[in-house]
């Protein structure tokens, strides 16, 4: 057997450790002093199924999962971050045997309060990794074999608008009929050509408050959507802006997989697609209806509770699971930056920060960090009511100000949340609702932010 302490010396209520050794269940840390402890009685012939000849490991710290920064960590393929310790494989007559690097520490006292913890000699469970490797295979195979005609409703309407529409009845229409995007008609093509979005009306108003001319609030009366269109390109064209190079419409056909429909929308970084007719025959409108993510999403769940006993990643914890955008704080990794703002923080800030980092949403929070709303890009269409964009200027507009506004248009919304403890079967069915496009992640006493999983982080962790 081969002893090893664990500690961690940097404070907090409660600590627990979980290591790849413990095929990442948790174990409770004692305190000593003024640091946490525990001890491993390692039995020979554990490590005989791990050839990268390391362990890696992670403390769950007042419930936050935390490293110790003075101690060697890595990052896993999933971007997953924990303290790695190099070991040794040696040789005897019966089994092959760990030996750890030991460190200059003073002899251990078991009455002193450590934890000793004796792991069990059968090799531990498939790590995480694997799970999610697997999962992920089986998710793919679900969305190969069904197409986007399974997910599309028999009977549905969809709203066109005439790009030749002037911008402002447009957006008009776009608030009333609750739309944050819809496809653009062109008569001449015989052929839906382009998305009117809530990002265009965004960039109009910029423009329009930032004294820099662009369309005059009485040139919206008789400006063309398609104007609009063109004229955007040569304003923002060289502008690190999403959405404005030239390109042809993106769209999928209804025989087309789901698998590749969702990678369409995530991988052009858009929020739906236009479904076209795959018959020769071209009579007609040839746009059936269009694909969303909350669509293929809930069809997925559908396929995932058949047999949920045999998918057990989806009991697991989204605080194990990279998945989602995270705080700094939490020690989770994550692709991009958690963006929040404050109340009194100019609106137009806020909207410049959904832009620039192509994002749809943005948590809101008081002082003290807690959350109290989120402002999206579609809360914009507010604005668009009675002209009210027209009575205001945007740049003296607070971000409580707007959401004042959204609640007098729209009335007041649930804020959809999450725990760090929720399972991933519980995030999944929670997005997988009409209207809940992320959750936002919360202390559960403070409300205090500490992350944001997106329908768009859902899918790109189902695909990999």
Not at 146 to 168: C, E, F, G, M
Not at 419 to 434: G, N, R
């Amino acid at each position: 057997m081969v002893h090893r302490r664990f500690s961690w010396p940097f404070g907090g209520q409660r600590a627990s450790f979980c290591g790849s050794f413990t095929g990442w269940r948790e174990c409770p840390m004692g305190l000593v002093g003024t640091e946490f402890q525990v001890v491993f009685d390692l039995p020979p012939g554990l490590y005989q199924m791990w050839s990268f000849g390391s362990i890696q490991y992670r403390f769950l710290v007042d419930g936050v999962w935390r490293c110790d920064d003075t101690k060697p960590v890595v990052r896993d393929e999933y971007g997953l971050i924990s303290n790695e310790m190099l070991v040794t494989l040696v040789e005897n007559n019966t089994h092959p045997a760990v030996q750890l690097e030991q460190s200059p520490v003073r002899r251990m006292n078991l009455d002193e309060g450590t934890i000793l913890t004796t792991m069990p000699p059968e090799p531990p469970s498939r790590n995480s990794g694997m799970q999610i490797a697997v999962f992920r295979h089986r998710v793919s195979e679900i969305l190969l074999h069904n197409t986007i005609y399974d997910v599309v409703p028999v009977s549905s309407k969809i709203a066109i608008l005439d790009a030749r529409l002037p911008v402002k009845q447009a957006f008009n229409i776009m608030h009333d009929e609750g739309l944050a995007l819809v496809p653009l008609w062109d008569d001449g093509q015989g052929t839906v050509t382009g998305m009117l979005t809530a990002s265009d009306f965004v960039l109009i108003l910029r423009k329009l408050q930032r004294n820099i001319r662009v369309l005059g609030h009485e040139e919206l009366e008789m400006h063309s959507v398609s104007a609009w269109k063109e004229a955007k390109l040569q304003y923002y064209g060289g502008a690190d802006v999403a959405g404005m190079q030239r390109r042809p419409l993106v769209h999928v056909k209804d025989s087309d997989n789901l698998r590749d429909v969702a990678l369409t929308i995530i991988q052009n970084e858009i929020s739906s697609v236009p479904i076209f007719k795959s018959s020769t025959d071209i009579s007609g409108i040839p746009l059936l209806n269009l694909a969303t993510l909350p669509g293929i999403l809930k069809f997925l769940c559908s396929k995932l509770q058949e047999q949920p006993e045999g998918y057990p990643i989806l009991r697991n914890q989204i605080s194990s699971i990279p998945i989602g955008t995270w705080s700094q704080h939490t020690g989770r990794a994550s692709t991009r930056q958690l963006r929040t703002s404050g109340l009194s923080a100019p609106l137009i800030t806020c909207l410049d920060f959904l832009l620039e980092d192509r994002i749809s949403s943005i948590p809101i929070v008081a002082d003290n960090g807690s959350l109290v709303d989120v402002y999206s890009l579609s809360d914009i269409m507010a604005l668009a009511k009675n002209d009210v964009y027209a009575c205001i200027e945007l740049e003296q507009l607070t971000v409580e100000n707007a959401l004042e506004l959204q609640y007098q248009v729209n009335g007041r919304r649930q804020c959809h949340t999450c725990l760090s403890t929720s399972t991933l079967l519980e995030v999944l069915d929670q997005l997988s609702v009409p209207g809940v496009r992320r959750l936002v992640v919360i202390e559960p006493m403070t409300r205090f932010v500490q992350g944001i999983i997106s329908l768009r982080d859902a899918i790109t962790f189902l695909l990999g």
